[in-house]
C-alpha cells in the first residue's frame, strides 16, 4: 500500500511538473526578444524535467519494492540493496548521457562523493563520466567554427582531425596543425549547450527546490546558486584561457622552487573565442594511467607528490584554485629539461588542462583553511575546532567536518601517531565510510547548507585529489600529508607574519616557525624510517 502511495504521488509530481512548465512556455516565447530561443529552452525544459522525474520516481520505486519486508541487518536485505544500488546508479547514469551538460558534470561529482552515495554510484559514476561523454557531429563542430571564425576547420588549420580525441561535459577536443606546422589541441563548445545550459540550471533549480520541500533534510539549494555563478564562466572560453595564464603566473611567482614542475597548454589567441579554445597540443600520460607512467620511467608516487604540493601552493598561498583536478583534467609527461637518473628514472611534469572552473580564496578564508589542515596533520584537537568554526561548520559539526576532509573518524582524526592520516583504501575503510555516510546524512546535508560555497568547491577539489591518489598509491601516503603539513603550516606562518607588526608578536611567530620546523623535522625523520623499511622489506 504505502509503495502504491509512493507511486501515485511520484505519478502526479511528473505529471504536474511537466504541465506546469508547459503552460508556461507559450507565455515565455510570446514575450521574448528572441522567440526561436526561448522555444527551444521552454521545449527543453519540459522534457528534461520529466525524464528527471520519471527516473526519480522508478528509483524510489525500486528501493520501496524490492526492500519490502526484508529484514535490516540481513543478509539478504544486503544482497538485494547491493543490487538496488547499481540498478539506481545505471538509470542516473542513462538519465546524464540522455540530458548531458550540466547534468554529466554532475554525475562526475557524484563519481567522487564517497562521504555521501553508496560505493555503487561512485564506481558507476567514475567508470564513465570521465571518458564516455556525448560527441558532437563534425557538422555540429563546423558550425560553431562559421559562427566564431567565420571559416570552416579545413580552412582554418592546414590539418584537422574530424574524430575528436576527448570529449566531455561542455566540449570536445580536436588535433589540428597550424599553417605554420605546429600541432595543436582545438577545444570546440557542443553546440547544444548554447540552448540547454539555461534548460538544465532551470530543471536543476526545480527538482532541488521540490525535493526540499518534500525532505526538509535534503537541503542542497546552495547547488542552485553554484551552477548559477560558476556556469556562465566555464561556457566562455576566454575565461578559461586567462585563467591558465594567471595560474603559471602565480607558480612563477609565489612557488618558483616547483614552478618548473607545473605547466598548462600555451594558448593560440588568435584562434581562440568565448566557444573555441585553441592550445599547444600536449603528449602524456593521464594521471590515473598508472601503467603508462611507468612506462615513460616516473614513479607514481612522485606523481602523487607533486600533485599533493601543486594544490597545496594553489589552496594555501595562492588563493587561486583549479578547482575541477579530476583525472581527465591532469596529463603526466617527463620533465622536458630532466635527465634520467642512474636507476634511469625521469621526474615527472604535472600538466593542468580545462582551467574553467576556478575559484579565489580571500585572505582570511585562505588562513584559515591552512590552519585547519595544518591542525588536522599534527592533531590539534582546538586547533580542528577553532578553524572549523571560523568556516562556517560551528561548534556541534566541526568533527564532521573534519572527517569529511580526512575521511577518517575523529579518534584517528585526533591520534598523535605520524600516519593517523594515510587512507589504506581496503574494503574494511571503505565499507566504514559508507556507514558513517548513511548515518549521518541529514548532519552531512546541514553542514553543506551551512559552509560558505568556495569551501564547498574546496571540498570538491579534495574529492577529486583523493580519488587521484587512490588510483596512484592504492590509498593515500605519509609523503602526501608531510606536503600538505608543510605547505600550510608554511602559509600560516607567511600570514601571521604580515599580521603582526609588534616586536613581541613577530618574536611569538619566530618561536612557533621554529617549532614548525622540528615538528616537520620529526615527520621528515619518519619518512625517511619507513622509505629504509620498505628497502629493506621490499
Known amino acids: 500500500m504505502a509503495t502504491r502511495s509512493l507511486w501515485r504521488t511520484r505519478g502526479k509530481l511528473a505529471v504536474a511538473a511537466t504541465a506546469l512548465l508547459t503552460g508556461g512556455a507559450a507565455a515565455t516565447v510570446a514575450t521574448s526578444e528572441d522567440p526561436a530561443t526561448a522555444l527551444k529552452l521552454c521545449t527543453a525544459v519540459p522534457v528534461r524535467l520529466y525524464r528527471d522525474t ?10 520501496e519494492y524490492s526492500l519490502w519486508g526484508l529484514m535490516e541487518g540481513s543478509v539478504e536485505r544486503a544482497k538485494v540493496k547491493h543490487e538496488v544500488h547499481l540498478r539506481s546508479a545505471r538509470k542516473l547514469q542513462e538519465l546524464c548521457f540522455k540530458n548531458g551538460g550540466i547534468y554529466i558534470k554532475l554525475g562526475q561529482h557524484l563519481g567522487q ?11 558507476t559514476m567514475r567508470e564513465s563520466m570521465l571518458n564516455k561523454c556525448p560527441v558532437s557531429s563534425y557538422d555540429q563542430v563546423c558550425e560553431v567554427f562559421k559562427k566564431e571564425l567565420g571559416e570552416t576547420p579545413d580552412k582554418i588549420f592546414e590539418e584537422f582531425d574530424p574524430v575528436p580525441i576527448a570529449s566531455a561535459s ?28 539555461t534548460a538544465d540550471r532551470a530543471t536543476v533549480e526545480v527538482i532541488v527546490n521540490t525535493l526540499h520541500s518534500v525532505f526538509p533534510s535534503f537541503d542542497y539549494r546552495w547547488l542552485i546558486d553554484e551552477i548559477r555563478e560558476s556556469l556562465p564562466k566555464e561556457l566562455d572560453f576566454l575565461v578559461e584561457a586567462k585563467n591558465s595564464e594567471k595560474c603559471l603566473e602565480n607558480f612563477r611567482k609565489l ?10 597548454p600555451k594558448v593560440h589567441w588568435n584562434l581562440s573565442t568565448s566557444k573555441l579554445l585553441t592550445m599547444e597540443f600536449m603528449d602524456g600520460a593521464h594521471v590515473n594511467d598508472v601503467k603508462t607512467i611507468q612506462k615513460l620511467g616516473i614513479q607514481p608516487n612522485e606523481v602523487a607528490t607533486l600533485v599533493s604540493q601543486a594544490f597545496a601552493e594553489m589552496m594555501f598561498r595562492h588563493g587561486f584554485v583549479h578547482c575541477d583536478p579530476h583525472a581527465a583534467n591532469l596529463i603526466v609527461r617527463p620533465l622536458p629539461s630532466g635527465k634520467r637518473t642512474i636507476l634511469g628514472k625521469r621526474k615527472p611534469q604535472l600538466v593542468l588542462l580545462d582551467h574553467g572552473l576556478y575559484k579565489e580564496l580571500d ?17 590539534d584537537a582546538n586547533g580542528i575546532k577553532e578553524n572549523s ?10 568533527a564532521l567536518f573534519a572527517a569529511i576532509l580526512t575521511m577518517k573518524p575523529w579518534n584517528r582524526i585526533i591520534d598523535p601517531s605520524v600516519d593517523h592520516l594515510v587512507i589504506k583504501g581496503d574494503d574494511m575503510e571503505r565499507s566504514e565510510r559508507q556507514m558513517y555516510a548513511s548515518q549521518f546524512f541529514p548532519q552531512i546535508s546541514e553542514l553543506l547548507r551551512r559552509l560558505p560555497r568556495v569551501i564547498l568547491l574546496m571540498l570538491k577539489t579534495n574529492d577529486c ?12 601516503s605519509l609523503e602526501t600529508f608531510f606536503i600538505i603539513g608543510k605547505v600550510s603550516s608554511e602559509a600560516v606562518i607567511e600570514a601571521k607574519k604580515l599580521q603582526r607588526k609588534s616586536l613581541l608578536s613577530r618574536l611569538d611567530v619566530l618561536l612557533e616557525e621554529i617549532l614548525l620546523e622540528v615538528r616537520l623535522l620529526g615527520m621528515q625523520i619518519a619518512l625517511w624510517l619507513l622509505h629504509l623499511r620498505r628497502a629493506l622489506t621490499g
Open 255 to 264: 612557488s618558483p622552487h616547483i614552478a618548473g614542475y607545473v605547466y598548462a
Open 54 to 63: 520519471v527516473t526519480a520516481a522508478s528509483i524510489a520505486f525500486d528501493y
Open 170 to 197: 561542455l566540449a570536445q577536443v580536436h588535433v589540428a596543425r597550424t599553417h605554420d606546422g605546429q600541432k595543436v589541441a582545438v577545444k570546440v563548445q557542443h553546440t547544444h549547450m548554447t540552448d540547454t545550459a
Open 363 to 379: 585572505f582570511t578564508t585562505r588562513f584559515n583553511y591552512a590552519a585547519l589542515w595544518k591542525a588536522l596533520i599534527f592533531s
Open 389 to 398: 568554526v571560523r568556516l562556517g561548520a560551528g561548534e556541534d559539526l566541526y
Open 113 to 123: 562523493l564517497e562521504y555521501l552515495v553508496p560505493e555503487e554510484y561512485v564506481q
Open 465 to 476: 585529489l583523493r580519488s587521484v591518489n587512490s588510483c596512484l598509491l592504492q590509498g593515500s
